[in-house]
């Protein structure tokens, strides 16, 4: 049986985290060195946590040392509780108090524009991420989380789904490819989450494992929450099934594209025109439209180039797309921006659904401006425009 | 040494002596009123000058013993220079070497670059500083260190105390980026051009012995003479009085932290939705990032609504600057150049003007232009539920900040502090702010990632939100949401020695600072 642990982070560049080193003794009680950069304003509460946390998990002695960087309860628990675990068997949980504030269900069909994505293990990116209004933040366990901190990314991602408040933002965690992904959703579906990412899916089957250990989590928990499913497209066989992975299950709202590893895997690079992903693209989108789900494009990572970022959401909306990924807060207006009719699109969306009223009103059959026709689909794509200029 | 107290008008103990001297406590905004005359230092005859004008002297250090330099006297110097000082410096190692002893050191403000005059503090050569204090001298004197009581005082506090004599300045060095023989100087031209030089005009005015000091010797006339040389004994050129590129604050750039800019952008709502960005309206935005993008907020919004700004208040910079010239904004009232832009603009520009402590800031005249500003844009350590504010001391007490033109900017119509609402993982607003600097009365507004809390006072303010999408909270909730992601923290403890005063714009003590404990 192994003696010492050690999880979480420190270091100069390291803020809001802490390391928690963990030395199992046979005598001498619990002895806690903590070294933290606010100990005179959360010294004694921290130490006391300590205490409180290894007496649930039954250990009664032990050299303890912590590194704290201004970390938050919820982190330096998770921080413990990770190092526990590589020490010792459990099952248990040491959960923060649910946080009353801030969980809502969301809907299927609800807006999707901008997904945020945050590293997993890294906490002082969540705390004031739900203050940027992204449609949606994505707690990543999979590839912004290094390979040995696996685990402990999942208690983490834990604890912040319980405490920390996304406000307005859909609350999504993207597991880790399967099978592994699926040991991560005992840590996340009991836990707020509103939908999880599926990535690097190739078949209607992955999705249905993820469904079934969904539900299997939920009814033991007893818990009726509704949890959305995105897949994402990132390989060639991923794009040729893609229509089966959408219409898996009635729990997917939208597929998503993964271009850096589709390029991979199809053994082109990326370019900024993206011809060598247009079909993918085409396919994934069409896949996505005809089972009456949302498209989404894949993440654009150059954080300082607004205006690149700006033409790359103009070309994903003409193309059908309903929101693209994004890793900096900066870039969530230009999305939802780039996303909001033009005034031309509006004037012409208006004019359309005038018509349609007055039609309506005067018991015609038939909507026209002027001498064209205009068909019940124009119809409802000027209602959509309407509905997304207002938002 | 146990010190007789009394309560001040905020409730603060403040002792009835400091370095021996009375005190007098804070009394509330508006209330102290001196009485009598303003300081005037001798009275002084041509004669006694070179008949053609030619004051330079050999080195500094000849200057500083022409100018009778001796033990306990008060020698004053400037922070144009910023970090790139190297006057201060050379004066105390002079000093040293000369053995005097017991000098008060009184800058307009100190910067790490001062880290050096530490030793000088440990043998004696100076006694203590009365003057902004942060990095290692606000250290060294948050532990006790410091002989004497250190005295802070806001830019517009240290021309009040020259002006009433209540600070006698013995010998002023004025460091220039340009000067003639005659003693006629200003900060726009040369290697150590620093923009202007109005932290040295009380200076200049009241000391006993005035010394310039420059690496940029031009034939007189030295136009225009922000100092002017018939106050000046003695002129001194030297090889180099600062290092340019730490001239230029590193401060000045817009912020790329999404939290910042999304408390700017909060800020400038707010300012667009009470009425204040208007045509002809002013303002002031000091130089750290979250500041600087509000202005460029502030630009946006005028830009859309076609208006300009009749005057700002700079510390000004390149974005200011740009403003300027886009003609957003008529004029900038300069009290502080932050980078070369700034230089430049004012050296081409008529409406570039440069300003002192006297014109923008001095309680004790016939009014200053702080007080005309429409909204100014502060920052601060933290905020108390009654709006106080603290500006100079950390959460654990220990010295962090000058005041600079801190507490006079309080008296615009609008003061806004925007701040995060915790800084890594503490709070922002207390029950009582550790080190009171400010008072609620004159703070109008606080803006926070997580809301805005107006004061209580500004019914007109509350009145127009009212029917707003602006997050609109009270300072009681925003202090709550604060603990309730942080915790509640414990109050660190403070040793009981008295370590500095912190004089209000009046020049009464509003607050004392304790030495930390280690």
């Known amino acids: ?391 | 040494m146990i010190e007789k107290m009394t309560k001040n008008a905020l409730g603060r103990m403040i002792p009835e002596k400091i370095n021996g001297e009375k005190v007098i406590p804070f009394q509330g905004v508006g209330k102290y009123k001196p009485t009598g005359r303003r300081y005037a230092p001798k009275t002084k005859s041509v004669a006694d000058f070179p008949a053609d004008g030619n004051k330079i002297v050999e080195s500094l250090k000849v200057a500083l013993q022409k100018s009778g330099l001796k033990d306990g006297m008060t020698i004053s110097t400037h922070h144009h220079f910023r970090n790139g000082d190297l006057i201060a410096n050379m004066i105390f190692d002079i000093a040293h070497e000369l053995g005097v002893k017991n000098l008060r050191w009184f800058p307009s403000a100190s910067f790490p670059c001062h880290e050096h005059l530490i030793k000088y503090l440990d043998d004696g050569t100076i006694s203590h500083i009365e003057g902004s204090m942060n990095g290692a001298l606000g250290k060294y004197c948050s532990e006790g260190k410091m002989k004497k009581t250190a005295v802070l005082r806001s830019h517009g506090g240290r021309y009040q105390a020259v002006q009433d004599g209540e600070v006698k300045i013995d010998i002023a060095v004025l460091g220039a980026g340009c000067a003639d023989s005659f003693g006629n100087a200003n900060g726009l031209y040369g290697d150590s051009a620093s923009g202007l030089l109005g932290f040295a005009l009380a200076d200049s005015q009241y000391a006993d012995k005035v010394i310039v000091v420059t690496d940029n010797l031009v034939e007189f006339p030295c136009i225009p003479w922000q100092i002017q040389g018939n106050y000046v004994d003695y002129t001194v050129q030297i090889e180099k009085v600062g290092i340019s590129e730490k001239i230029i604050s590193g401060t000045t750039r817009i912020t790329k932290s999404p939290d910042r800019l999304l408390v700017a952008e909060i800020t400038a709502k707010f300012c667009d939705e009470v009425g204040i960005i208007r045509d002809g309206f002013s303002f002031q935005a000091g130089a750290g990032g979250t500041a600087l993008s509000i202005g460029n907020y502030f630009a946006q919004i005028m830009r859309e609504k076609n208006i300009k700004a009749r005057f700002a208040r700079g510390g000004s910079n390149k974005y200011l600057v740009n403003m300027l010239e886009e003609g957003l904004v008529d004029y900038i009232l300069d009290g502080q150049t932050f980078d070369l832009e700034g230089v430049r603009s004012m050296a081409e520009n008529s409406n570039h003007v440069w300003t002192s402590p006297f014109t923008s800031y001095n309680y004790h005249g016939k009014g200053n232009f702080a007080g005309m500003l429409d909204v100014v844009i502060l920052g601060a350590t933290e905020v108390d539920v009654n709006f106080n504010a603290n500006v100079v001391t950390h959460s654990d007490g220990a010295l962090l900040h000058g005041i600079g033109g801190w507490q006079n900017c309080l008296f615009s119509k609008c003061t806004i502090l925007p701040i995060p609402l915790f800084r890594n993982r503490i709070p922002i607003i207390k029950d009582e702010v550790t080190t009171l600097v400010g008072p609620g009365e004159l703070i109008d507004v606080i803006v926070t990632e997580r809301g805005i809390a107006i004061n209580p006072r500004r019914k007109d303010l509350l009145e127009k939100v009212k029917d707003s999408k602006l997050p609109i909270k009270t300072i009681e909730e925003l202090k709550s949401e604060a603990e309730e992601i942080c915790g509640i923290p414990e109050k660190p403890k403070l040793g009981e020695k008295i370590i500095a005063a912190i004089k209000w714009v009046d020049g009464t003590v509003i607050d004392v600072v304790r030495e930390i404990k280690k």
């Open chain 1, 1 to 391: 049986m192994q003696k010492i642990a050690q999880s979480g982070n420190d270091g100069k560049s390291v803020k809001s985290d802490c390391s928690v080193k963990i030395m199992l003794k046979s005598t001498g009680g619990i002895s806690i060195n903590l070294k933290s950069k606010v100990k005179k304003y959360f010294g004694n509460s921290i130490v006391e946590l300590c205490k409180k946390e290894l007496k649930y998990f039954g250990i009664e002695n032990a050299e303890v040392e912590i590194i704290d960087s201004a970390a938050l309860d919820y982190v330096i628990m998770a921080r413990i509780e990770s190092a526990v675990k590589k020490l010792i068997k459990t099952k248990k949980e040491y959960l923060p108090e649910i946080n009353v504030i801030g969980h809502k269900e969301t809907k299927k069909n609800q807006l999707r524009r901008s997904r945020l994505y945050l590293p997993g293990n890294t906490p002082k990116l969540s705390i004031n991420a739900g203050l940027h209004s992204a449609d949606g933040i994505i707690l990543d366990l999979e590839d912004s989380v290094a390979p040995t901190k696996k685990d402990e990314a999942k208690i983490l991602v834990r604890n912040s789904l319980i405490k920390t408040n996304f406000y307005n933002s859909e609350k999504m965690v993207r597991i880790n490819q399967l099978p592994a992904g699926l040991d991560d959703l005992d840590y996340i579906v009991p836990y707020n989450v509103n939908l999880i990412l599926i990535p690097k899916c190739e078949s209607a089957e992955q999705v249905l494992q993820v469904e079934n250990k969904i539900n299997a989590i939920l009814e033991e928990k007893k818990m009726t929450s509704t949890i959305w499913l995105m897949p994402i497209i990132e390989s060639a066989l991923g794009v040729v099934n893609s229509f089966a992975i959408a219409s898996a299950s009635d729990k997917v709202v939208a597929l998503a594209i993964g271009l850096e590893d589709y390029t991979a895997d199809i053994g082109a690079s990326r370019t900024n025109d993206g011809i060598e992903s247009f079909f993918a693209r085409s396919q994934i989108m069409n896949s996505a439209k005809a089972v009456g789900i949302q498209a989404i494009g894949s993440v654009f990572s150059d954080v300082n180039n607004p205006d690149e970022l700006r033409k790359y959401v103009k070309d994903a909306k003409a193309m059908g797309f309903n929101g693209i990924g994004c890793i900096h807060p900066r870039q969530i207006a230009v999305i939802h921006d780039a996303f909001t009719p033009t005034e031309d699109e509006i004037i012409k969306a208006q004019k359309i659904v005038d018509a349609f009223e007055d039609a309506k009103s005067k018991g015609l059959g038939v909507v026209s401006i002027g001498s064209k026709m205009i068909d019940p689909p124009v119809v409802k794509r000027a209602e959509q425009t309407l509905l997304m200029s207002k938002i």
